[in-house]
């Protein structure tokens, strides 16, 4: 007779073992944090001050990652409904009420101002995850259908702020999980078919500065001092590291302020000066190993929830990766999108760190069968 045991079979060491972290994901995510650290300090100048604002931010994520490790995914299933719900009223409270420079992303409670459509990055896969643990997989067309509205309620909510970027990341983690709990070719094919034939539509509906961002993507050399700049200034101080980079605090392009937000949405881009190639391919190594640690603890799951859950956030983070990437390489239009552990922010820290804590949980708490 086959039992589940729920805690305490796979033996842990020390204090990973105690804290349910898992020490390969978390040193890796670290030495990147570090990597962020370093080039914000670098790139602004010496600014200290950024820098213990954002070390702090990692703090409070850590402590955030940790506390979520403890929790036992049964406990995170249970409120994933919660969760996400509450996060759909803040995103209408920011529809109404909503702060910023350019947009109307944030809320201001006077003591915290933070952006409620960065929680949805992980309350969206993991509401999705809490509603197939129970379906037999691959879902039928209803439920695929169900969960289609669940990803396009907030996705639509965040293009009306308008964050474009963060609400197409959001759908993309949305598809994913979609994509993880299996659904037949021909519905994929229909449905990306569905997806581009609802391009003009998006387009429609963009402001004028999201089209203009689209157009430039093609042809940045058109408007060079214009909406084209922040792309070709960005390749100019990539191309300036070489292989082994101008070295630490010596990047010109950044420091001298050539190179826009480069202590957040185009930080690769200060790193890639100062570390040059070498530097690159260590950090995308990282990330890489980052995902695939996810997947593998994902496939080792032994539930549905756990499965796609720890999944769709693998790959779902190393998807941020490759928007960002690609963004400020040309090879992608510029949507805004940060570096996860190495843009500076504080919202988008703290979630990216409570993202990982929800992997650790799994791993840490996952059932094994014993025979």
Known sequence: ???????????????????????????????????????????????????????????????????????????????????????????????????????????????????????????????????????????????????????LTPVLMIIKQPDLGTALLIGMSGAIAILLA???????????????????????NMRDYQKERVLTFFNPESDPMGSGYHLMQSKIALGSGGFFGKGLFNGTQSKLGFVPEHSTDFIFTAFGEEFGFLGVILLMTLYLFIALRGLSISVKATDNFGRILSGTLSLTIFLYVLVNVGMVIGFLPVVGAPLPFMSYGGTSMVTLFATFGMIMSIKSHQRILRK
């Open 182 to 204: 299996g659904i037949s070719l021909k519905f994929f094919i229909g449905s990306t078919v569905g997806g581009f034939l609802l391009i003009p539509v998006l387009w429609m």
């Open 1 to 151: 007779m086959s039992e589940y045991i729920r805690d305490g079979v796979k033996p842990f060491s020390g204090l990973s073992s105690l804290l349910h972290i898992d020490a390969k994901l978390f040193i890796a995510i670290i030495i990147i944090t570090i990597f962020g650290l370093t080039t914000i300090y670098s790139s602004s100048g010496g600014d200290l001050s950024l820098v213990i604002k954002q070390f702090t931010r990692v703090t409070i994520g850590i402590v955030t990652m940790i506390f979520i490790a403890q929790v036992h995914p049964d406990n995170l299933k249970l409120f994933a409904p919660i969760l996400f719900f509450f996060t759909l009223a803040l995103l209408i409270l920011v529809l109404f009420f909503g702060v910023g420079n350019t947009a109307d992303r944030w809320l201001d409670l006077y003591f915290i101002r933070f952006q409620p459509s960065e929680l949805m990055k992980i309350f969206v896969p993991l509401m999705v995850a809490y509603y197939y643990s129970d379906k037999p997989l691959p879902p039928r067309t209803k439920y695929i259908f169900v969960t289609i509205i669940i990803v």
